[in-house]
């Protein structure tokens, strides 16, 4: 019997054994498929890529004087007002509002004094129009602006230089001094303390590559160094940022000084770059961790993400630009530290975002209160959207991309790009939309805003996109939009190569991409093909398209046979001097339908050619109300150079509530309010029977 009762044990033992085994085999094998799904690519450096194309080209003079002095000038208060609120405050406190008096106050020493400028984050747009500011004069030296800038930077060391710790956030300074962080009774959500900092920090890295000053590094070097010493495990403070954004911002410092040791000796306080990795990991991991004792902080909620342990969270929750800011961090430390926690989060804080909450336009953030995400399929056609948050998941998109190299992020990056991004900025690049709503009856843009968050973030996208036309890996080459451009770059194992893109997109299908290596070389280039235009609107079917033309490929005038794998062609071949492809996309316009899933759109369609998203507006649509289009009318695609600085219309027939049949026209969603400031527009219809 006991023998017996060995036996059996000695084969359960076995049995373990053995299963144990297929565990871990499986395991292993689960861990490597998983590690295969890692791709880092990196995009290329601004230096390299030239812009010149006929859709970007004209905003880029634009932006690189009207809007990028307007956002600075605005932020000194040169502005006349032209909203309720803004018109009220200049009236009760006789001026307007100036944020760099905020830092002058700081340097002459006043605290406490209950006085500041603008909302608590206005330090932190500063730093986000300096971040946007670099960015653009990489491109388009402008002494007059580097002046400028350099001028405000002075005031801004001289707020720092009066505190003793190197801390500096003007607001919390001017209010209640001693509740840095939000301690001792204060909310960060509210402070934006460290939210701020951030935005310093990326400020200081992007002024740098700019110019190579290293004033506002000395200051962000200081705050960061602060920073670490104050908050992390116990005995030191437990205090996450209150808004998303340090976190990626911190990995920049890091960055700076990792790949440029020498620059430490230049810095007035020591560096240690290891802090800031260390502390924007602390930052992620330590969300939904509220401590014991002295190290506690109260329990919190999805409105900045820290409901629970980032690891746990599967859906992306809460406001929608502190959200989207907080994923593009988790991508970005994804990408340095291959951590499959975060891999797998930024996959489902995107896979959930672009799954079930996005708009057609790219916009995210359903519901006002609390600008937050809506849950799963909420998807209202007066959503809130805020140009931010649409930006914010434009730049989480795109930092996804890094990661895996997958067309479908850019796709999503492309759709922001064209219209929630656009739509942003008025054609006069000096008025700019909070919301974004896909219906309204009066919307305008306005000069300056209560908040005006969205206009700095315009300028950080707008500064970043050239570098994203273009990627590289270790041995392929990237083109992942589609703008005119030229650029330089250099794969690992090959030697440099130059890239000339020709285009009309996203007026027309056609672009020529002419590749030119140093010496005749074998790469691979890959071209992304976007989801659209192989009819997949959208990576999960949240919404659905079909395009009736094929995607051809040539090169040097021979058509390809290809095929496409993760949202890219990859062409792999011996590339010689002056090889050229040419690829055509169908630009003809198509009529998207919502997933059933979305209630509020069933029975409806928009109208989209291209990347960009058509709406119809009253000035051109009277009777747009009640109107209903059937989905197999003819859609007619027409250039018109004089309206609207040159876009695409497109025009059908619609029927009316009385059953009468008129022409309509709609324009590009972006362009919209920009003839006549209080038209009503739309952009789903009813879906004729
Ligand atoms: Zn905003």
Redesign the pocket.
């Given at each position: 019997m006991l023998n017996k009762i060995n036996a059996k044990d000695e084969i359960k033992k076995y049995q373990q054994v053995i299963l144990n085994l297929i565990c871990f085999i499986l395991l292993m094998s689960f861990g490597k498929l998983m590690a295969q799904t890692i791709q880092p690519i990196r995009p290329l450096d601004l230096k390299q890529v030239v812009i010149n194309d006929p859709f970007w080209t004209p905003k880029y003079k634009l932006w690189n004087t009207i809007t990028v002095n307007d956002v600075f000038d605005k932020l000194e208060g040169k502005y006349i007002p032209d909203r309720k609120d803004l018109i009220e405050e200049q009236k009760k406190l006789g001026k307007t509002r100036n944020a760099f008096a905020n830092f002058d106050r700081v340097a002459k020493g006043e605290k406490d004094i209950k006085i500041h400028d603008g909302p608590p984050w206005y330090d932190g747009l500063v730093y986000e129009s300096i971040r946007g500011a670099a960015d653009l004069l990489v491109k388009h030296p402008d002494a007059q602006l580097q002046n400028k800038i350099d001028g405000y930077i002075n005031r801004i060391a001289k707020a720092q230089a009066i505190d003793p710790d190197g801390y500096i956030n003007t607001y919390t300074t001017l209010t209640y001094s001693n509740r840095r962080w939000g301690t001792n009774g204060g909310d960060d959500k509210w402070q934006h303390d460290i939210y701020n900092a951030g935005m310093l920090a990326e400020a200081a890295v992007h002024y740098y590559y700019a110019t190579h000053s290293t004033q506002l590094l000395n200051v962000a070097v200081k705050m960061s160094n602060y920073m670490f010493q104050q908050m992390g495990p116990a005995p030191k403070n437990n205090v996450i940022p209150g808004h998303g954004g340090p976190e990626e911002a911190l990995l920049k410092l890091y960055y700076l000084f990792k790949n440029n040791p020498n620059l430490k000796k230049d810095i007035a306080a020591p560096v240690n770059e290891q802090e800031y990795y260390s502390l924007a990991k602390y930052w992620i991991e330590n969300r939904g961790h509220y401590g014991e004792g002295v190290n506690s902080r109260k329990s919190d909620s999805s409105y900045n993400q820290d409901h629970q342990p980032v690891f746990e969270q599967k859906s992306i929750e809460g406001h929608a630009?502190r959200a989207t800011l907080l994923a593009t961090g988790v991508a970005a430390m994804a990408i340095e530290n291959n951590d499959q926690r975060y891999i797998q989060t930024a996959k489902n804080y995107w896979n959930n975002m672009i799954g079930k909450r996005m708009f057609i336009t790219g916009g995210e953030g359903a519901i006002a209160n609390g600008e937050r995400f809506g849950k799963d399929y909420y998807i209202p056609e007066s959503a809130y959207l805020?140009?931010?948050?649409s930006?914010g998941a434009a730049f989480f998109s795109e930092q996804m991309n890094e990661l895996q190299a997958d067309g479908k992020y850019m796709d999503e990056f492309e759709r922001v790009l064209y219209n929630n991004l656009l739509s942003?900025i008025s054609l006069s690049g000096n008025h700019y939309h909070?919301e974004n709503p896909l219906i309204t009856q009066n919307h305008p843009r306005w000069a300056w805003?209560d908040?005006?968050?969205?206009?700095?973030?315009i300028l950080k996208m707008i500064g970043a996109l050239p570098s994203y036309i273009y990627a590289t890996d270790d041995t392929a080459l990237y083109v992942n939009l589609f703008i005119g451009s030229k650029a330089t770059t250099q794969l690992k194992n090959g030697n440099a190569i130059q890239i000339q893109q020709v285009t009309n997109y996203p007026w027309k299908g056609k672009s020529s991409i002419t590749i030119n290596p140093a010496t005749a070389k074998n790469f691979t280039v890959k071209i992304r093909i976007p989801g659209w235009a192989n009819s997949k609107e959208n990576p999960f079917d949240l919404y659905h398209s079909k395009v009736n033309q094929q995607v051809t490929i040539k090169v040097n005038h021979q058509l390809l046979a290809y095929s496409i794998e993760n949202g890219y062609v990859a062409i792999n071949r011996k590339w010689n001097k002056q090889d050229i492809i040419e690829i055509n996309l169908p630009v003809e316009p198509r009529v998207v339908t919502a997933s059933d899933s979305i209630q509020t759109l069933n029975g409806k369609i928009a109208i989209v050619a291209g990347p960009i998203v058509y709406g119809i507006e009253a000035l051109d649509n009277p009777e747009l109300d009640s109107y209903s289009i059937n989905a197999s009318t003819t859609l007619q695609l027409n250039y018109k150079p004089n309206l609207l600085n040159g876009i695409n219309t497109i025009t059908g027939v619609a029927k009316t509530a009385n059953n009468k049949m008129v022409n309509f026209t709609a324009i590009p969603f972006f362009s919209i309010g920009n003839r006549n400031i209080s038209s009503p527009y739309k952009v789903w219809m009813l879906n004729q029977k």
């Amino acid at each position: 019997m006991l023998n017996k009762i060995n036996a059996k044990d000695e084969i359960k033992k076995y049995q373990q054994v053995i299963l144990n085994l297929i565990c871990f085999i499986l395991l292993m094998s689960f861990g490597k498929l998983m590690a295969q799904t890692i791709q880092p690519i990196r995009p290329l450096d601004l230096k390299q890529v030239v812009i010149n194309d006929p859709f970007w080209t004209p905003k880029y003079k634009l932006w690189n004087t009207i809007t990028v002095n307007d956002v600075f000038d605005k932020l000194e208060g040169k502005y006349i007002p032209d909203r309720k609120d803004l018109i009220e405050e200049q009236k009760k406190l006789g001026k307007t509002r100036n944020a760099f008096a905020n830092f002058d106050r700081v340097a002459k020493g006043e605290k406490d004094i209950k006085i500041h400028d603008g909302p608590p984050w206005y330090d932190g747009l500063v730093y986000e129009s300096i971040r946007g500011a670099a960015d653009l004069l990489v491109k388009h030296p402008d002494a007059q602006l580097q002046n400028k800038i350099d001028g405000y930077i002075n005031r801004i060391a001289k707020a720092q230089a009066i505190d003793p710790d190197g801390y500096i956030n003007t607001y919390t300074t001017l209010t209640y001094s001693n509740r840095r962080w939000g301690t001792n009774g204060g909310d960060d959500k509210w402070q934006h303390d460290i939210y701020n900092a951030g935005m310093l920090a990326e400020a200081a890295v992007h002024y740098y590559y700019a110019t190579h000053s290293t004033q506002l590094l000395n200051v962000a070097v200081k705050m960061s160094n602060y920073m670490f010493q104050q908050m992390g495990p116990a005995p030191k403070n437990n205090v996450i940022p209150g808004h998303g954004g340090p976190e990626e911002a911190l990995l920049k410092l890091y960055y700076l000084f990792k790949n440029n040791p020498n620059l430490k000796k230049d810095i007035a306080a020591p560096v240690n770059e290891q802090e800031y990795y260390s502390l924007a990991k602390y930052w992620i991991e330590n969300r939904g961790h509220y401590g014991e004792g002295v190290n506690s902080r109260k329990s919190d909620s999805s409105y900045n993400q820290d409901h629970q342990p980032v690891f746990e969270q599967k859906s992306i929750e809460g406001h929608a630009v502190r959200a989207t800011l907080l994923a593009t961090g988790v991508a970005a430390m994804a990408i340095e530290n291959n951590d499959q926690r975060y891999i797998q989060t930024a996959k489902n804080y995107w896979n959930n975002m672009i799954g079930k909450r996005m708009f057609i336009t790219g916009g995210e953030g359903a519901i006002a209160n609390g600008e937050r995400f809506g849950k799963d399929y909420y998807i209202p056609e007066s959503a809130y959207l805020e140009t931010c948050a649409s930006i914010g998941a434009a730049f989480f998109s795109e930092q996804m991309n890094e990661l895996q190299a997958d067309g479908k992020y850019m796709d999503e990056f492309e759709r922001v790009l064209y219209n929630n991004l656009l739509s942003g900025i008025s054609l006069s690049g000096n008025h700019y939309h909070y919301e974004n709503p896909l219906i309204t009856q009066n919307h305008p843009r306005w000069a300056w805003h209560d908040c005006p968050c969205c206009p700095p973030m315009i300028l950080k996208m707008i500064g970043a996109l050239p570098s994203y036309i273009y990627a590289t890996d270790d041995t392929a080459l990237y083109v992942n939009l589609f703008i005119g451009s030229k650029a330089t770059t250099q794969l690992k194992n090959g030697n440099a190569i130059q890239i000339q893109q020709v285009t009309n997109y996203p007026w027309k299908g056609k672009s020529s991409i002419t590749i030119n290596p140093a010496t005749a070389k074998n790469f691979t280039v890959k071209i992304r093909i976007p989801g659209w235009a192989n009819s997949k609107e959208n990576p999960f079917d949240l919404y659905h398209s079909k395009v009736n033309q094929q995607v051809t490929i040539k090169v040097n005038h021979q058509l390809l046979a290809y095929s496409i794998e993760n949202g890219y062609v990859a062409i792999n071949r011996k590339w010689n001097k002056q090889d050229i492809i040419e690829i055509n996309l169908p630009v003809e316009p198509r009529v998207v339908t919502a997933s059933d899933s979305i209630q509020t759109l069933n029975g409806k369609i928009a109208i989209v050619a291209g990347p960009i998203v058509y709406g119809i507006e009253a000035l051109d649509n009277p009777e747009l109300d009640s109107y209903s289009i059937n989905a197999s009318t003819t859609l007619q695609l027409n250039y018109k150079p004089n309206l609207l600085n040159g876009i695409n219309t497109i025009t059908g027939v619609a029927k009316t509530a009385n059953n009468k049949m008129v022409n309509f026209t709609a324009i590009p969603f972006f362009s919209i309010g920009n003839r006549n400031i209080s038209s009503p527009y739309k952009v789903w219809m009813l879906n004729q029977k």
